[in-house]
């Protein structure tokens, strides 16, 4: 297999790489779909559905980390990656932020629909008159504070990697990944300490849906800039050749982004102080 792609590389004619067959995204796939039906088992109390949900997601995980193995593979170790793909996986990167940004755009819909014309049964108020909002000033903007903070460290990374100051680059990732755990925390800690709760009307459930898949984005941003972290001291990334990583500030960013609406949108306009 090597022998060929050395040989592929030296006589083809075009700069793009032509992927070899992989197994991965079927498995991926078929994973996925698993996933999806173990986790509606949970959800709807079957019994020894916590069982099979955690054995789909662990062979989930599995296929996804061969899949990227082979990936990484092609970009650091035979030099599949030309510029001409990294543009090509840039656009992929920032069409997949799109999606993104529409998921968490339909949920804003519905927020701002709700607040802004409250039905009846709500008193014709928002938040509604039976909910007890949550400070905006207390632990949310701690959690403001320490996103953005997260954005500095990441850009200050970046700017380190292209500069070639490689323990710049592994402390601004370390501060990076250490912020999301804190700001991780903080979420899960006001969760607890809540009012209200996710079965609380539209409110609730709208609150906790937004802010969730928000708390999720940062545990998956944070695991990125990990993995970033491990192939950086493997010496995956040069001043030129460092795209996942660039994936990885972009979707940060993303992240960040959001917060700030979240931030402005639902804890402070949304709330009854």
Not at 71 to 88: L, P, R
């Amino acid at each position: 297999m090597t022998n060929f792609n050395v040989f592929q590389n030296k006589y083809e004619q075009h700069p793009f790489h032509l992927v070899n067959p992989s197994p991965w995204p079927l498995y991926t796939s078929f994973s996925l779909f698993s996933m999806a039906i173990s986790f509606l088992l949970y959800f709807n109390f079957y019994k020894n559905g916590y069982l099979y949900m955690l054995l789909t997601l662990i062979v989930f995980v599995f296929f996804l980390f061969r899949w990227f193995i082979d990936i990484i593979i092609e970009s650091t170790y035979e030099g599949n990656h030309t510029f001409k793909v990294q543009a090509g996986l840039r656009y992929g990167v920032l069409l997949f932020i799109v999606s993104e940004i529409m998921f968490f755009f339909s949920f804003f819909w519905s927020f701002l629909h709700c607040s802004l014309a409250p039905a009846i049964d709500m008193g014709n108020v928002w938040p509604p008159k039976y909910i007890i909002t949550l400070d905006p000033w207390g632990l949310p903007l701690v959690n403001t504070v320490i996103l953005l903070s997260s954005g500095v460290t990441v850009t200050l990374a970046h700017k380190a990697i292209i500069g070639n100051q490689r323990q710049l680059v592994t402390l601004g990732i370390i501060a990076t990944v250490l912020y999301g755990f804190v700001f991780s925390g903080i979420q899960y800690y006001e969760y607890l300490e809540a009012p209200f709760n996710i079965n609380d009307g539209i409110y609730g459930s709208l609150f906790f849906m937004l802010t969730g898949f928000h708390g999720f984005h940062v545990a998956v941003g944070s695991i990125f800039l990990f993995v970033c972290l491990i192939r950086h001291i493997n010496y995956h990334f040069s001043a030129t050749q460092h795209i996942g990583f660039e994936a990885a500030i972009w979707y940060w960013h993303f992240v960040d982004v959001v917060w700030i609406f979240l931030f402005l949108c639902v804890y402070i306009w949304g709330s009854d102080i």
